[in-house]
């Protein structure tokens, strides 16, 4: 083989150097230069596809599991003549026994009168930490109900035993009348008046036409009573000129054959 044959077949086996212009071109950055892209899995790509997350609702809002003590009654809110037993826990001195006045105040030793009818025990642990908190620093109050008047209902008119009724659990217009005897002969069913105490200067009443509930066994319109609540079920008419008219004519306009 000739001498210049050899020389350059040296020359095109050698490894090429980079050009000054291909090293600068190497180290310029850029938005993806020298970032190895990671492998994106077919589940990621159908995430990003549909788009954010949609977060689930919360349970709270009755789609979910219900919530716990979302069916309880009506926390009991203090009436008068109810009996309080107030305790300080790191003041005893200031431990107390009050009853709520026909005002509804009660008195606090060395903390003057406070209004409190209408109030939950925990509304009014609330308020007499404030009344004492000019005198105590953070002082921490518990509140026990020891006595208290027994939710009630009356019954009067033309019913078979009126008076005063202790009220169980909730019970309706019909179910009181029953508990008080039920219907006199001389009741007029259709007018049955439910008085309620709205406040303490006004009184609602509502007429119930019991005669039709029964009639058409439709209890929807059968309102559950309230304590406090008063049930009165008047005379008919027929029963009031009755009372007025004389034995002995009675028989006269009762009687078919004068017809």
Known sequence: MKLSSLFMLAVFAAPLKPSVTQIANAQEPGPNRGVQEEPVSPDKKRTESVGPAISQPDRADGTGNPVLGRDRRPLYRL?????????????PEFNQTVTIQPDGYITLKDAGHLYVEGMTAQ???LAI????????????VTVLLKDFEHPYFIASGEVGRPGKYELHGPITVTAAVAMAGGFTQQSKHSQVV????ATASVVEARVLNVKE?????????DPSLQPGDYVFVPRSLVSNIMRFMPVTSMGMYTNSATF
Do not use: G, I
């Not at 009436?79 to 003041?91: G, I, R």
């Not at 439910?194 to 105490?197: A, G, Q």
């Not at 509930?213 to 319109?221: A, G, S, T, V, Y």
């Open 123 to 125: 509304e009014l642990e």
């Open 194 to 197: 439910l008085f309620r105490r």
């Open 79 to 91: 009436t008068k003549s109810d009996v309080l037993e107030v305790s300080l826990t790191f003041a």
């Open 213 to 221: 509930m029964l009639k058409h066994r439709d209890l929807n319109e």
């Open 129 to 140: 930490r404030a009344a004492y908190s000019k005198q105590l620093h953070d002082p921490v």
